[in-house]
């Protein structure tokens, strides 16, 4: 099972969807979607709790079929060839999903059981792993009782153990500290140099800033799709902080007005985002009767926190 | 096929793992079979032995003293309580103080001889007079086991009482009682017990197995593999066809040297019975487990088929008594063909294949089976 990107004879993307939608009864899951994900790319999901990141990714990996829309995945369209993708996909639940009452060798020697390797294939496999993912010393342990960035390291171990030619990770950091949270990015970016394409969700803005695409999702819906720079760059809004008194009762009147896209209090400073309309934001501000010229105003670089904020807010305020 | 049974190699491998790490079900295996067979077998006793009952006795004379000791020596009742007037005798049955009073009339020994069952070579007058009991049993008759045995007192012979000869009425037919000759309750019930003690294992542990793997969020791992649903049925199953068969070695052995049990017939067709039953009794497991959502809801559904398998398969009460329709339900459930097929090989040693039709009812309950849990369980999570 080895990677080689010559061999497939597919239009060069790894995954590749149009008009992807899911329905559970009333509720639309995921709308529309459309996606194309480049090969041996971190393209990520990022997206409130909610926003149909789990189903968008069920879809992808075949374990739900959609209402509607065409989904190619590695080649193999879905859901009609589920089966066939099953062998080169990994996929990392949200939840812990290996066994809690199993050890560590003993979980990853089900898996590669599972996926038909050799006696000797697994040995080898088995011990390169254990050091990759740094659980070679907790190889005897039941995996229920690890830490959750152990268990997070024996999820990876298991769903890359048959080498995938694409990997599906479901908020992998959600239950990790902020330590083992970088060492982990750095294992992805590690398999995504072998070759490995892996699509991954998060609600962590420092996350998504690591992958090479993005896409924000909001209640099924794609809002936006670009690197983390493009997105950044392309932002229809500007940013200004304001330090001033009363926080609370200027951003309440701020966020009444139409140009306003939000308002968000960080320590001693309102950051606001003005449509990009406005040519003169601090102007602008400054009129305003809640606002005095005492007030400081500064202009700021946008991050990605408010491309994910304007793209996902103007529906708030429209409602 | 190959990679097919590794991938079944690896859900055994886990599974036995798992039990061996669950000391709890690894205890229940083996404690199961023995306290149950122990309660069972000791308990259920369908020749009821020393039911307490009183006595009026009116006649307060030698012979109705001697009369007492008689039918109290047939050991099928034991006089506990004596009363003074039948309306006391009434409501000490009432109050279920005891569960029959025998009645003595003051005339009794007139009436003993002039009884036709002591016989003075006469024969039965129809006259009234000799045609009246000796005594009269007030019985409490809501239980029907107890009222038929002391029912089984009314032609007691009493020949003792008299020192005479018996004027033995000649029987209509003659019975001859094969296989179970001391009529011991214990020799028809440790083989059922078999079938009930697998049922409720076997479908428990496997009703709950797939269940868990869903409670635990193992499936959802588990689909993304390349993980067929009929291998992971079948690597489901096979650990516990060995815990079945230790199960079945354990009641039976136990039931050999404690209870004398006879084993008659051969091993290889018990082993083949046993089998039959305990794949169709995982595979019904199976089912249950694709339609239940919680291991809660597995559990009722094991007592939901444990019960009708214990009352109605023929283990505690003929299959003939039942109405039609419950032996349409007796007839669907497994448990009553395999109570059949393995009464059959372990006391009147017959072979499966001479049972042809429930070996072959169980065997396509099984597969029937198989393939709706297969069908059920679905790779996907709509």
């Given at each position: 099972m080895s990677i080689s990107k010559d061999t497939e004879n597919f239009d060069g993307f790894a995954i590749s969807a149009s008009k992807l939608t899911r329905n559970f009864g009333q509720l639309t899951a995921v709308s529309a979607l459309d996606l194309t994900v480049e090969k041996q790319t971190i393209y990520g999901f990022l997206g409130p709790n909610g926003s149909g990141k789990t189903t968008a990714i069920r879809l992808l990996t075949g374990l739900l079929k959609p209402t509607s829309g065409q989904v190619s995945v590695l080649g193999c369209n879905l859901p009609q060839e589920a089966n066939k993708l099953r062998l080169q996909i990994g996929y990392m639940t949200q939840k812990f999903s290996l066994y809690d009452d199993l050890t560590v060798t003993?979980?990853?020697?089900?898996?590669?059981?599972?996926y038909g390797l050799t006696a000797n294939e697994q040995k080898a496999r088995l011990s390169e792993l254990l050091s990759i993912y740094q659980l070679t010393r907790l190889s005897k342990q039941l995996a229920g009782s690890m830490s959750g960035g152990q268990k997070q390291r024996l999820a990876l171990a298991a769903a890359v153990l048959h080498k995938p030619k694409l990997l599906f990770l479901d908020e992998p950091t959600s239950a990790v500290d902020p330590q083992n949270r970088r060492e982990f990015w750095e294992q992805l970016f590690d398999l995504?140099?072998?070759?490995?394409?892996?699509?991954?969700?998060?609600h962590y803005m420092d996350e998504a800033e690591r992958c090479h695409k993005l896409a924000i999702l909001e209640d099924g819906i794609k809002k936006a799709d670009d690197s983390p720079q493009?997105?950044?760059?392309?932002?229809?809004?500007?940013?200004v902080e304001i330090q001033a008194n009363d926080l609370r009762h200027i951003k309440d009147n701020l966020t009444k007005l139409p140009q306003v896209i939000s308002a968000a209090q960080l320590g001693t400073h309102l950051r606001v985002l003005i449509n990009e309309t406005v040519a003169q934001p601090i102007d602008f501000l400054q009129q305003q009767p809640c606002l005095t010229n005492k007030d400081k105003f500064t202009l700021v670089r946008a991050s990605l926190e408010d491309v994910f904020v304007t793209c996902t807010g103007k529906e708030a305020i429209s409602r | 096929m190959n990679s097919s049974l590794l991938r079944i190699q690896a859900i055994v491998i886990k599974e036995l793992l798992q039990l061996s790490r669950d000391k709890m079900t690894f205890g229940m295996v083996i404690m199961i079979p023995l306290v149950q067979l122990l309660l069972f077998a000791f308990a259920i006793n369908t020749n009821v032995r020393d039911i307490p009952v009183g006595v009026v006795?009116?006649?307060?004379?030698?012979?109705?003293?001697?009369?007492?000791?008689?039918?109290?020596a047939t050991g099928v009742i034991t006089f506990t309580h004596s009363y003074h007037s039948i309306k006391a005798a009434q409501m000490a049955i009432d109050t279920s103080e005891v569960r029959a009073v025998l009645i003595i009339p003051k005339d009794v020994s007139q009436r003993l001889v002039r009884h036709p069952s002591v016989g003075f070579g006469l024969p039965p007058s129809s006259k009234e007079e000799t045609s009246r009991p000796i005594a009269q049993w007030l019985v409490d008759g809501s239980d029907t086991m107890i009222a038929s045995s002391i029912k089984s007192l009314r032609n007691m012979p009493l020949s003792e009482l008299l020192d005479k000869p018996t004027n033995r009425n000649t029987p209509t037919f003659e019975v001859t009682l094969l296989y179970n000759p001391e009529q011991r309750s214990v020799v028809n019930i440790v083989p059922g017990l078999v079938a009930v003690i697998l049922t409720m294992t076997m479908i428990m542990f496997t009703s709950a197995a797939i269940v868990r793997e869903q409670e635990h969020g193992n499936m959802e791992m588990l689909i993304t593999t390349p993980l067929a649903s009929l291998e992971l049925m079948i690597g489901k199953i096979v650990p516990y066809i060995f815990i079945g068969i230790i199960q079945v070695a354990i009641i039976l052995g136990m039931g050999y040297w404690l209870f004398n049990v006879p084993f008659n017939g051969g091993f290889a067709q018990l082993a083949l019975?046993?089998?039959?039953?305990?794949?169709a009794s995982l595979v019904l497991g199976l089912v249950i487990s694709t339609i239940a959502k919680s291991q809660l809801q597995s559990m009722q559904m094991t007592v939901f088929i444990l019960l009708p398998s214990i009352l109605l398969s023929g283990f505690m009460f003929p299959y003939e008594g039942m109405p039609e329709a419950a032996q349409y339900i007796a007839e669907a459930l497994p448990a009553t063909h395999f109570i059949r097929l393995i009464r059959g090989v372990v006391l009147r040693d017959v072979t499966v294949v001479e049972m042809g039709f429930d070996m072959l009812w169980l065997v396509a309950f099984t597969c029937i089976g198989l393939l709706v849990a297969a069908l059920r369980f679905k790779k996907t999570l709509d």
């Open positions: 003993e979980n990853l020697q089900f898996i590669s059981r599972i995504c140099d072998q070759g490995t394409t892996i699509l991954v969700s998060s493009a997105l950044i760059t392309k932002l229809p809004a500007k940013i | 006795d009116h006649s307060q004379t030698a012979l109705s003293r001697v009369l007492q000791q008689t039918v109290s019975a046993t089998l039959l039953f305990i794949c």
